[in-house]
């Protein structure tokens, strides 16, 4: 099977025909995907789409009616929100035209924007649930006070997400990796494929300090958290165990979805990156690039829907 998908490359015999040299050639690349299979994850994405946005719509908009939601946490909720919103509107959209079309649609200079835009928002969401993992944990454990110095902090953190994520998404601007069509050529990000050494060695990074990283602070807090209620527990046993379970089952969801929607992408991107050439076919691709997209409707979902916070604010409201 044969799918052509975009090639950022110019061919100069365009020119003679009276085409313009930016114009974008097809190139046949074996393992693409079938016109059905760009119609499932053209439906796929436009699920995401629509459910993302309005998700994290109405959690945007909850925190702005409900003033009792105004606490130094909440702020890093609200931070996950407005980056996964970003995702669906200058992400996504695109990716599903080109599932739709079967090709990409806005040229290479397009390509680079929406490798780095994705990159940028999903990399602040991921820091973002190691923050707020890690301020639940300092909350139960009582390490800080809750005085207005903490929404100084809360805002320190959100800042600092966003500063860390242009630290690792500016540099293949600069010559460490590039950004570039990725799988069946609907999509576009970094170029794991290249197994050159600035291509391996920033893979590897970002594997380590922006998926591994963040994962192991909300195993390490989201653990110190269920210790600490096991040794209430010790105290009064049955609140206690109702509240350690309570915990546990949030506890497990949270970095069970975590793992999968982002787990797969950062093992095909080592994969493809360590593994032999064309060991990741485009179709193979597909499914861990949709998972990721696929958490901008499960963070609002987990982190908003089912805040204990949120829905007590709600239900006095009504």
């Keep these: 099977m044969v799918v052509h998908i975009r090639n950022f490359t110019t061919d100069p015999s365009l020119s003679i025909l009276g085409t313009t040299t930016s114009t974008l050639r097809d190139i046949p690349t074996p393992g693409g995907l079938s016109r059905t299979g760009h119609t499932v994850v053209a439906v796929c994405l436009g699920f995401i789409l629509v459910a993302g946005t309005l998700t994290n719509l109405c959690a945007v908009l909850i925190f702005a009616k409900f003033r009792s939601l105004w606490t130094p946490i909440n702020l890093i909720l609200l931070n996950i929100s407005l980056s996964d919103i970003l995702v669906c509107i200058f992400g996504t959209p695109f990716s599903f035209a080109a599932s739709v079309h079967g090709r990409w649609l806005i040229g290479e200079h397009g390509c680079k924007w929406y490798g780095f835009a994705n990159s940028l928002f999903g990399i602040v969401s991921l820091v973002s649930l190691a923050i707020l993992s890690y301020e639940r944990y300092a909350a139960v454990m009582h390490l800080s006070q809750v005085d207005i110095s903490d929404f100084r902090k809360a805002r320190f953190c959100i800042g600092g997400s966003w500063l860390y994520s242009l630290i690792w998404t500016v540099p293949p601007f600069l010559g460490w990796s590039s950004y570039g069509p990725e799988g069946p050529g609907t999509t576009c990000s970094v170029q794991w494929h290249l197994q050159t050494a600035t291509s391996v060695s920033y893979v590897l990074c ?113």
């Design 206 to 318: 970002l594997f380590v300090f922006c998926l591994l990283l963040p994962l192991l602070v909300m195993v390490y807090s989201y653990g110190r958290i269920l210790v600490a209620i096991k040794r209430v527990g010790k105290i009064n046993l049955l609140a206690a165990q109702r509240r350690e379970q309570h915990i546990l089952v949030m506890v497990l969801t949270m970095v069970s979805f975590y793992m999968l929607c982002w787990m797969p992408y950062g093992i095909m991107a080592l994969v493809a990156t360590f593994g032999r050439s064309g060991l990741v076919t485009p179709m193979v691709s597909v499914v861990p690039s949709v998972l990721a997209k696929f958490s901008t409707v499960v963070n609002p979902v987990l982190y908003v829907f089912f805040n204990n916070q949120v829905r007590t604010s709600t239900i006095n409201h009504n």
